[in-house]
Structure formats: structure tokens, C-alpha cells
């Protein structure tokens, strides 16, 4: 897990193309659906995967990050790939490895994306559906021929990798583009959607717009039986879809999942079978780890993987519309190469108090006590720094009463970390009754 830098030498498709050939280009095997973009991708994966699913087809997903198992990034119909068939992958890779020479070793997400299209070849699955991890021209998942590409939410994240302007990020992005193949995107503000056209111009790729070319429209309410809740509708040339309800938390939920309808539409066109009833019922049926997910009642905690400015907003603006709590108390951590004024910017403008710590896993997290004083610069609301997860818990436990909620966000290794710390608590429970 080393950083690496960004460019043609240490992200080489052709070395990743290689790999893939001493396994039998598994790559080769498979129907991909392939989702690139800045935030929204695990959520527009899910809801895709579910839908397939319900439709009566076995669906790899491949993942990223992972929050307590790294299995977690390899599924296939709801079900981790096994440690065995894991290791088995990794010591054919390693094996290979060893025949290389120089400065020719293999990444960390090159190594888990061999993985995972190793094993939904080998299980024979009927689609895959794969989420970039960085970028996307040079991204390890980019040496797929996918069916359909889509493009979520582009916004400023991992500068000192993709770019500072939110075109350059976009241009890295539109990377997954390939000739003739359908692409489809939430809408996008003017310089994104220019950078978009341009490289879909440029690959031969025809782009279509959710709320453009496809008709959507969305809207917020409140019912006894989903409580609050975004409904959507998409309509294209050959779809209908009115009024589904949106099955994650957030806005921001509505537009991936017209993103992911307009996916499977585009899967409709390739002779996937996919009925309106099957569409519904699978997304009822979609789950997602990590965001907006409530892991304690007593005091209510919630765990979201938030990690850049736009997501912080969307979530502090999702925790109004959909909870109902007193006041805010935000456990945040970060890495150093992320937009952390940014983020900071955004809690200090909803959390009531914060308490600034850091994740044990993620050697490049920030100092609890620098994010501190950035904050300070920012705010004067209340705030604490903790050493860790287990103390700025401890912290935050005494500081809210009944009706308080506690929020875990800024990095998906702390909110990793958090589940596991409340999964055990959990096990912990029932073995002492």
C-alpha cells in the first residue's frame, strides 16, 4: 500500500495486461458494466449489482475501499470470495511476480483487480460490475471492454494525484471511455461536462446526460412505511421508471441511483432481460456499508465514509433531511493527501462540536491536534482531539444526551475501524449473556 506516483511507468495497463494473460485473461471472459468518477461509485455499484441480481443474473462486484475485510472488495451475489480462493489467487500472482524484473512490481490494487476478474471467470458470472479505485485512464480496472461505462459526481479529491481543476480530474476519469461503447453521467457542472464531451469526442463515445438526454426528475417525502425518503423517475427511448424509491440516505442518493438505471437501460440494449418489477425489487434489496449507516442506538451512532469537501456538505445536509436529533457531535479524521480545508470548511459549518482524531491503519492520517488548529482558524465551536477511535468515542459518549446523534466520517479507514469497534462490542455482548 505503498504511494506510488502517477503516471505510465508505475500505473502500466500493459504490465496489468500481462498479469492477466499468465491467468488466462479472465478479463477476456466477462460482461462489464464500468463506474468511474469522484464520489458516488460504491453507491451506483451497489444499486446496479442489486438490480441485476433481482433480474435473475449472477453479478461479480468488485469494490473499493474495503472497511474491516479486504474480501469484502470481491463479491458475488452478496458473498465475499473465500480466503481460500483468495490465497489461491495470490500465490499464482506471486509466483508471477518473481519473474519480474527491475521496478516492475505489481501495485496493491493491481494485485486485489487480477483477483477479482480471476475469480468471476472462474465462477462463470454473468456480468461484472467493477468500480475504478483512482482516476480511471490509468486505473488497473481500465484493460476491461465493459458494456456500458458511467461517470459519477466529479469533484476536487486526490490533487496531488489527478490534478487541481476539477477539468483535469474529469479528463482522468473519462479514461474508461472506449470506442462505440455507451457512456452515461450525472449531470456535471460546466467545466466537468466540457472535459467529458471532449474525451468521448475524442474515443467515440457516444455520452448521455441523466436529466439531459435522459429524462429524470426526483422528489423528497415522508411515509409511515420509509419514513424519509428521495423518490425517482427516468425515462429513456426504451424505459419507464416512475417513482422508485431511493434505498440509500442522501440527495445526493437520488442521482446515483438515476445513474444506475440509466445503466441498466443501457444493459437492455445488449440483451440483458430486465423487467420493471425486477428493477424495484432490487433496489429495496441494496445495502451499502459505510455510508450513513447507523452501527449503535444507545447513543446513536452513524458511520459515513465522507471523504472530500462535497461529501462532508452532502452528508451533514442528508443527516437534517433524514434524522432526527438534537445536536451534531462529528468524530473526524483524515489523510494528509486529502482536501482537509475543504472538509473542515463544511463541519464547521453543521457539526455542533467535533473531536479531531485518527485511524491506527492509515499510516498518512493527520494529527488530531493539526486538524485542530485548522479548525480553530475556521470556527469557534467546541472541539477535542483524541488519540485514537476508542477515546474519541469515550469523549463523545459523555457529550450527548438521549436525543444526540454521534457521526463517524473523513476517512473510510476510520469508519472502518468504527465498525469493527462496535461489531465487537456486539459479539462481545452476546457471549457475556
Known amino acids: 500500500m505503498r504511494v506510488v506516483p502517477y503516471n505510465t511507468r508505475t500505473f502500466n495497463l500493459d504490465r496489468m495486461r500481462k498479469l492477466l494473460g499468465k491467468l488466462g485473461n479472465p478479463h477476456q471472459q466477462i460482461k462489464f458494466v464500468h463506474v468511474a468518477g469522484t464520489k458516488g461509485k460504491g453507491s451506483t455499484c451497489a444499486m446496479v449489482s442489486s438490480m441485476l441480481r433481482a433480474s435473475g443474473y449472477a453479478v461479480g462486484l468488485y469494490s473499493s475501499p474495503h472497511l474491516v475485510d479486504v474480501r469484502e472488495r470481491v463479491s458475488i451475489n452478496g ?85 487541481n481543476d476539477l477539468a483535469t480530474i474529469a479528463t482522468e476519469k473519462a479514461g474508461i471511455f472506449k470506442k462505440s461503447i455507451p457512456a452515461v453521467s450525472v449531470a456535471q457542472n460546466p467545466a466537468t461536462g466540457e472535459a467529458l464531451n471532449l474525451i468521448a469526442q475524442e474515443t467515440g463515445t457516444t455520452l448521455e446526460y441523466v436529466g439531459t438526454e435522459l429524462e429524470f426528475s426526483y422528489r423528497f417525502e415522508a411515509s409511515r412505511e420509509l419514513g424519509p425518503h428521495t423518490r425517482v423517475c427516468l425515462t429513456t427511448s426504451t424505459s419507464r421508471w416512475e417513482h422508485l424509491a431511493v434505498p440509500l440516505r442522501g440527495e445526493h442518493q437520488a442521482h446515483n441511483c438515476g445513474l444506475a438505471l440509466a445503466i441498466l437501460d443501457k444493459l437492455k440494449g445488449s440483451g440483458f432481460n430486465i423487467s420493471d418489477e425486477q428493477v424495484t425489487h432490487g433496489l429495496t434489496q441494496t445495502t451499502l456499508a459505510g455510508r450513513m449507516e447507523q452501527v449503535c442506538d444507545k447513543p446513536k451512532v452513524l458511520v459515513d465514509g465522507a471523504h472530500n469537501a462535497t461529501s462532508i456538505q452532502a452528508l451533514i445536509r442528508s443527516l437534517g433531511a433524514f434524522i432526527a436529533y438534537d445536536s451534531l457531535v462529528l468524530i473526524f479524521g483524515c489523510g494528509q493527501d486529502k482536501d482537509y480545508h475543504g472538509m473542515l470548511k463544511q463541519v464547521s459549518l453543521g457539526a455542533d462540536k467535533v473531536i479531531f482524531t485518527r485511524a491506527k491503519a492509515n499510516p ?42 454521534i457521526v463517524v466520517a473523513g476517512s473510510f479507514y476510520l469508519v472502518g475501524e468504527a465498525k469493527k469497534y462496535f461489531g465487537d462490542l456486539v459479539v462481545g455482548l452476546r457471549a457475556a449473556s
Open 364 to 405: 498518512r492520517a493527520m494529527e488530531p491536534a493539526d486538524l485542530a488548529s485548522e479548525f480553530a482558524e475556521l470556527s469557534g465551536k467546541m472541539m477535542q482531539t483524541a488519540p485514537n477511535l476508542t477515546e474519541a468515542l469515550r469523549l463523545a459518549s459523555r457529550a450527548v444526551s438521549r436525543e444526540d446523534l
Open 79 to 163: 458473498q465475499v470470495i473465500s480466503q481460500s480462493d483468495m490465497i489461491e489467487s495470490f500465490k499464482q500472482i506471486a509466483a508471477y511476480e518473481k519473474t519480474l524484473g527491475g521496478n516492475q512490481g505489481l501495485t496493491y490494487f493491481e494485485i486485489l483487480t487480477a483477483t477479482a476478474l480471476r475469480y468471476f471467470a472462474n465462477e462463470a458470472v454473468d456480468i461484472a460490475v467493477l468500480e475504478t479505485g483512482l482516476g480511471g485512464r490509468l486505473d488497473a480496472t481500465s484493460v476491461v471492454t465493459p458494456l456500458v461505462c458511467g461517470i459519477t459526481h466529479i469533484s476536487i479529491d486526490h490533487t496531488n494525484v489527478l490534478g
